[in-house]
């Protein structure tokens, strides 16, 4: 499956942002979703995982309540609606496609076979 993220920019502090995932080549229906991020000089790291059929959603706890995942399979797209930015959200956003036959939401990036491209939000204070 071939991954497209999108709407990223330069945001104010305390803005709200939506980013988009969209999957080409393969139903995305099949695969678990993850979105991750990755700071000037850090590591990747997990921001939040949805579902096959996007009943259950995972966040990494320090991101609980201001992130928040959702899927649209007829639109072969999955969303991440961040709320309330701050400078610390400033990062390349990553999607990224799990195809395993487990219902387990994976936290790791070697967890996923498939990456988008990224898209860079910065957050101005």
């Known amino acids: 499956v071939q991954l497209q993220a999108s709407g990223g920019g330069l945001v104010q502090a305390g803005d709200s942002l939506r980013l988009s995932c969209a999957a080409s080549g393969r139903t995305l229906s099949s695969y678990k979703m993850a979105w991750f991020r990755q700071a000037p000089g850090k590591e990747r790291v997990f921001v939040g995982g949805?579902?096959?059929?996007?009943?259950?959603?995972s966040y990494a706890d320090s991101l609980k309540g201001r992130f928040t995942i959702s899927r649209d399979n007829t639109k072969n797209t999955v969303y991440l609606q961040v709320h309330s930015l701050s400078r610390e959200d400033t990062a390349v956003y990553y999607c990224?496609?799990?195809?395993?036959?487990?219902?387990?939401?994976?936290?790791?990036?070697?967890?996923?076979?498939?990456w988008g491209q990224g898209t860079q939000v910065t957050v101005s204070s």
């Open positions: 990224a496609a799990d195809r395993t036959n487990t219902k387990y939401l994976f936290t790791g990036v070697s967890d996923y076979d498939s």
């Open positions: 949805i579902s096959r059929n996007g009943g259950t959603t």
